[in-house]
């Protein structure tokens, strides 16, 4: 089992660019979330999805924003135009529910994205 | 709604000693509990779970935590730190009427020789 998988590993952009994440759930897990870590704001809680549907995007901050999950395998956060103030590490996790309650949640290594 | 407060942003311990990192959780409902940990330049990664059972929880590299109810709380120890444990650690809770892991700020863990 890779774990959740998560590209690029860094990414310097300048401001006003479109910016692609993309992240590999685990095989098999049905809900897939993405966050984003700041100094400042700690782990946020950006969009999830359960069987590729969206479930909750009220994380996401503006509508630069967007993210998809056109399959169980994939899934894509974009920004666009990015500015720098979106600069954070932005992290996927992908989870099952557990049978005794609970979800087992999983994080890739996370996108250090920096724009410029 | 769940919520959860980790209660100290940093923690310095020395080497060898135990440590206790705190964390108070709100809910009206079932909840479960978890800690996890990111070391620097890493993804967060599980210590242990609470979801039922036994209130006393012990999870990887010697951490457990225990549940208490009455004090809504869900405290990490671990008896003797080493360095190689200095990182972030994160409290977080779901429950029954929830999909979400909702997550505190983090801790600090500072242990130096």
């Known amino acids: 089992d890779a774990g959740v998988i998560q590209s690029p590993r860094h990414e310097v952009t300048e401001m006003g660019q479109e910016v692609t994440l993309r992240c590999k759930p685990i095989?098999?897990?049905?809900?897939l979330f993405w966050y984003r870590q700041t100094m400042m704001r700690g782990l946020e809680l950006l969009i999830y999805?359960?069987?590729?549907?969206?479930?909750?995007d009220s994380g996401m901050p503006e509508d630069r924003f967007s993210a998809k999950m056109p399959n169980a395998s994939f899934s894509t956060l974009k920004i666009q135009p990015s500015e720098p103030r979106d600069s954070a590490v932005y992290f996927c996790?992908?989870?099952?529910?557990?049978?005794?309650?609970?979800?087992?949640?999983?994080f890739g290594s996370g996108t250090r994205l920096t724009v410029v | 709604a769940q919520s959860v407060t980790q209660l100290d942003s940093q923690v310095p311990v020395f080497e060898e000693a135990p440590v206790e990192l705190r964390c108070n959780y709100s809910?009206?409902?079932?909840?479960?509990l978890f800690w996890y940990v990111q070391y620097p330049n890493q993804g967060l990664q599980l210590l242990l779970k609470?979801?039922?059972?036994?209130?006393l929880v012990k999870g990887i590299n010697g951490f457990e935590a225990e549940f208490n109810k009455s004090q809504t709380s869900f405290h990490l120890r671990k008896p003797s730190v080493h360095i190689s444990d200095t990182a972030e650690y994160f409290c977080?809770?779901?429950?029954?009427?929830?999909?979400?892991?909702?997550f505190g700020t983090g801790t600090r863990l500072q242990v130096f020789p």
């Open positions: 996790a992908s989870s099952l529910r557990l049978t005794r309650g609970g979800y087992g949640y999983t």
């Open positions: 999805f359960n069987n590729n549907v969206p479930i909750d």
């Open positions: 095989s098999g897990h049905d809900y």
């Open positions: 977080a809770v779901s429950g029954d009427n929830t999909d979400k892991l909702i």
């Open positions: 809910s009206s409902v079932s909840v479960y």
């Open positions: 609470y979801l039922s059972g036994s209130t």
